[in-house]
């Protein structure tokens, strides 16, 4: 009987105001048989550090966050704070 755990990146998505969301899954193996599963997820606003993320992750930001993407996300939020 072998136990393992595995932790993958299973779903990113990016919102149409550059926001990208990161879902993790968690699985408990026991002989490549899955026991349990977790999910977790994380959101991350346009010009975040990404630098512990996966590659995967860190490539689709990169690719998402343009300087347009980043200029027009923090002119939405100083018209959402007034």
């Known amino acids: 009987m072998t136990l393992?755990?595995?932790i993958t990146v299973d779903q990113v998505t990016v919102t149409e105001i550059g926001i990208v969301l990161v879902r993790e899954v968690t699985r408990i193996m026991e002989d490549d048989v899955e026991l349990s599963k977790q999910y977790v997820r994380t959101s991350f606003e346009p010009d975040s550090d990404v630098s512990t993320q996966p590659?995967?992750?860190q490539a689709i930001c990169k690719a998402a966050w343009t300087p347009e993407v980043i200029s027009a996300y923090k002119e939405?939020?100083?018209k959402v704070a007034l």
């Open 4 to 6: 393992t755990k595995e």
């Open 55 to 57: 590659n995967n992750v």
């Open 76 to 78: 939405q939020l100083v």
